[in-house]
């Protein structure tokens, strides 16, 4: 018989026998046969059923290799094991749930739900099944999906094995999932005893405040944060060590937190640098800030220039003041200055020239200063790619050369006119900053050749030390008097403050 004779045969039962179309109607299909007790090879599957395997018209096997084709490698129970055991025992009418293979490769989990069909005589003459298709078993992959889960598996495993950090992983009671060998050697190493799978992690740890800062990144994590920090780790000071500690939530598949994983890598060595590079900054700021030094740099697109705060003092204007180009160089005072500045900058733009200079400046008080500007380049290829430099305030050195400048002026003016004796301007330490008139002339000294050099060199060890010892008690416009024994001669020697502030002196010979 036929599989078309076999549908006619099946119409003509629905027809005549209430019974199997009340059967039919009984339950929602996904697939239907109709089989030949006396010759089990002789089935009609109609479409329904090979649609849900994953077949279309043109690649529907043929029935008698149906058992062969679409069952699949390893089901709950096999259509041919059923079948066997239901044509055994045609009473047998139990509801299995039965496995076949979709085209895919994947499993299709079925109710089947048999009946027996009688003739006249009452005599078994044919099965009905009827199929309905359960949920699909999730533990079910095509040979494809096996692969990549071998390959997702052996890609975690060469990531766990040569990742160059620490893995580890923890669930919802703070118990180790997971770690990797680099993780274990770190915490023997750093604790001093071993770690092992579902052991606590937070019990591992003796310090209370570690104990409750990793319970804490836990529970963020497990209420869905996504935490990155960086601690120092390790039961003695002298073990600890700086690690990034980067912890994520881990999924499952319903998307609910089952556990969080980390990923730490070791950063003491950059940490320490990065510590002394800060005590380094900090220590120079200082540094600065007491010599009254700053910094800039310029944005060699925009020619905005950042101030340092040392800089945008001594401009006297708000920290975080935006300066440009142009803006910077109107600070300097108008005329030679402005220009000097002006000139300096656009040669080391334009070749790379370093400049050094000593210009005053008006602030934004309206206050006269003298500063020093260094200007320094770095060149690539002939192209100019930083502009940067110091800037000093140097007002009290600078007043106190021209205030020098000025005394030492008078002094010659005064020298040259004192035929009888000689002059000089020395410093606190007692070095000669200016010799003059014709006294020291007559001891065949050259009062040149004395300029930069100490006293002592000149006078005897007994008048050196008497000045020394009453050089601090002189005050400003005031002065001190004694006769000394120079070359077998008698001298009245005068010693007068210039100017407190400079801490200079006249050092008077008649």
């Given at each position: 018989?036929?599989?078309?004779?076999?549908?006619?045969?099946?119409?003509?039962?629905?027809?005549?026998?209430?019974?199997?179309?009340?059967?039919?109607?009984?339950?929602?299909?996904?697939?239907?046969?109709?089989?030949?007790?006396?010759?089990?090879?002789?089935?009609?599957?109609?479409?329904?059923?090979?649609?849900?395997?994953?077949?279309?018209?043109?690649?529907?096997?043929?029935?008698?290799?149906?058992?062969?084709?679409?069952?699949?490698e390893q089901p709950i129970q096999t259509a041919s094991n059923y079948?066997?055991?239901?044509?055994?025992?045609?009473?047998?009418?139990?509801?299995?749930?039965?496995?076949?293979?979709?085209?895919?490769?994947?499993?299709?989990?079925?109710?089947?739900?048999?009946?027996?069909?009688?003739?006249?005589?009452?005599?078994?003459?044919?099965?009905?099944?009827?199929?309905?298709?359960?949920?699909?078993?999730?533990?079910?992959?095509?040979?494809?999906?096996?692969?990549?889960?071998?390959?997702?598996?052996?890609?975690?495993?060469?990531?766990?094995?040569?990742?160059?950090?620490?893995?580890?992983?923890?669930?919802?009671?703070?118990?180790?999932?997971?770690?990797?060998?680099?993780?274990?050697?770190?915490?023997?190493?750093?604790?001093?005893?071993?770690?092992?799978?579902?052991m606590n992690a937070t019990e591992y740890f003796t310090n209370p405040?570690?104990?409750?800062?990793?319970?804490?990144?836990?529970?963020?994590?497990?209420?869905?944060?996504?935490?990155?920090?960086?601690?120092?780790?390790?039961?003695?000071?002298?073990?600890?060590?700086?690690?990034?500690?980067?912890?994520?939530?881990?999924?499952?598949?319903?998307?609910?937190?089952?556990?969080?994983?980390?990923?730490?890598?070791?950063?003491?060595?950059?940490?320490?640098?990065?510590?002394?590079?800060?005590?380094?900054?900090?220590?120079?700021?200082?540094?600065?800030?007491?010599?009254?030094?700053?910094?800039?740099?310029?944005?060699?697109?925009?020619?905005?220039?950042?101030?340092?705060?040392v800089t945008a003092e001594i401009h006297g204007v708000e920290i975080?003041?935006?300066?440009?180009?142009?803006?910077?160089?109107?600070?300097?005072?108008?005329?030679?200055?402005?220009?000097?500045?002006?000139?300096?900058?656009?040669?080391?733009?334009?070749?790379?020239?370093?400049?050094?200079?000593?210009?005053?400046?008006?602030?934004?008080?309206?206050?006269?200063?003298?500063?020093?500007?260094?200007?320094?380049?770095?060149?690539?290829?002939?192209?100019?790619?930083?502009?940067?430099?110091?800037?000093?305030?140097?007002?009290?050195?600078?007043?106190?050369?021209?205030?020098?400048?000025?005394?030492?002026?008078?002094?010659?003016?005064?020298?040259?006119?004192?035929?009888?004796?000689?002059?000089?301007?020395?410093?606190?330490?007692?070095?000669?900053?200016?010799?003059?008139?014709?006294?020291?002339?007559?001891?065949?000294?050259?009062?040149?050749?004395?300029?930069?050099?100490?006293?002592?060199?000149?006078?005897?060890?007994?008048?050196?030390?008497?000045?020394?010892?009453?050089?601090?008690?002189?005050?400003?416009?005031?002065?001190?008097?004694?006769?000394?024994?120079?070359?077998?001669?008698?001298?009245?020697?005068?010693?007068?403050?210039?100017?407190?502030?400079?801490?200079?002196?006249?050092?008077?010979?008649?």
């Open positions: 018989m036929t599989d078309q004779q076999l549908k006619k045969d099946l119409y003509t039962h629905i027809k005549s026998d209430e019974s199997v179309f009340d059967f039919m109607l009984a339950f929602a299909l996904d697939g239907l046969w109709y089989c030949d007790v006396t010759n089990p090879q002789a089935i009609w599957i109609n479409p329904t059923f090979w649609n849900s395997l994953g077949y279309n018209s043109e690649k529907i096997p043929t029935p008698s290799d149906f058992l062969q084709s679409v069952l699949s079948f066997e055991k239901f044509f055994s025992n045609l009473n047998d009418l139990e509801e299995p749930l039965v496995s076949f293979g979709h085209i895919d490769g994947s499993e299709v989990l079925m109710r089947c739900r048999a009946k027996v069909v009688y003739n006249q005589e009452h005599e078994a003459t044919h099965i009905l099944v009827a199929h309905t298709k359960q949920k699909t078993n999730t533990n079910a992959f095509t040979s494809h999906q096996k692969q990549q889960i071998e390959n997702q598996d052996l890609l975690l495993q060469n990531i766990y094995k040569n990742f160059h950090g620490a893995i580890f992983s923890v669930d919802t009671q703070y118990c180790y999932t997971s770690f990797n060998e680099t993780y274990r050697l770190a915490m023997k190493r750093l604790y001093g005893s071993e770690i092992t799978l579902g405040e570690e104990k409750e800062y990793i319970k804490r990144n836990i529970e963020k994590v497990l209420k869905g944060e996504r935490v990155v920090d960086e601690a120092l780790y390790g039961l003695n000071s002298d073990a600890k060590r700086w690690y990034e500690v980067s912890h994520q939530p881990v999924l499952n598949e319903e998307g609910e937190v089952v556990g969080v994983a980390f990923f730490a890598i070791d950063i003491d060595e950059k940490k320490k640098i990065n510590l002394e590079l800060q005590y380094t900054k900090e220590l120079l700021e200082q540094t600065n800030t007491a010599a009254r030094i700053g910094t800039w740099e310029m944005d060699l697109e925009s020619f905005k220039t950042t101030w340092s705060k975080g003041f935006a300066s440009d180009l142009s803006n910077g160089i109107s600070f300097f005072k108008a005329g030679e200055s402005r220009q000097k500045i002006t000139n300096a900058v656009n040669a080391a733009l334009a070749e790379g020239i370093a400049f050094d200079l000593e210009l005053p400046i008006i602030t934004a008080k309206g206050k006269e200063t003298w500063v020093r500007a260094i200007g320094l380049t770095e060149y690539e290829n002939g192209i100019c790619k930083r502009f940067y430099g110091t800037f000093q305030d140097i007002n009290d050195r600078k007043s106190a050369e021209m205030r020098l400048q000025e005394i030492q002026l008078r002094l010659k003016l005064i020298a040259g006119n004192f035929p009888d004796g000689s002059i000089s301007l020395v410093d606190e330490q007692l070095n000669f900053l200016y010799t003059g008139g014709l006294g020291y002339g007559e001891f065949g000294i050259n009062p040149e050749e004395l300029i930069g050099r100490p006293i002592r060199e000149v006078l005897s060890p007994e008048i050196f030390n008497k000045i020394s010892e009453n050089l601090t008690q002189i005050g400003e416009n005031s002065k001190l008097s004694f006769e000394i024994i120079f070359l077998e001669s008698c001298f009245q020697l005068v010693i007068q403050r210039v100017d407190e502030a400079i801490n200079e002196y006249f050092v008077l010979v008649v």
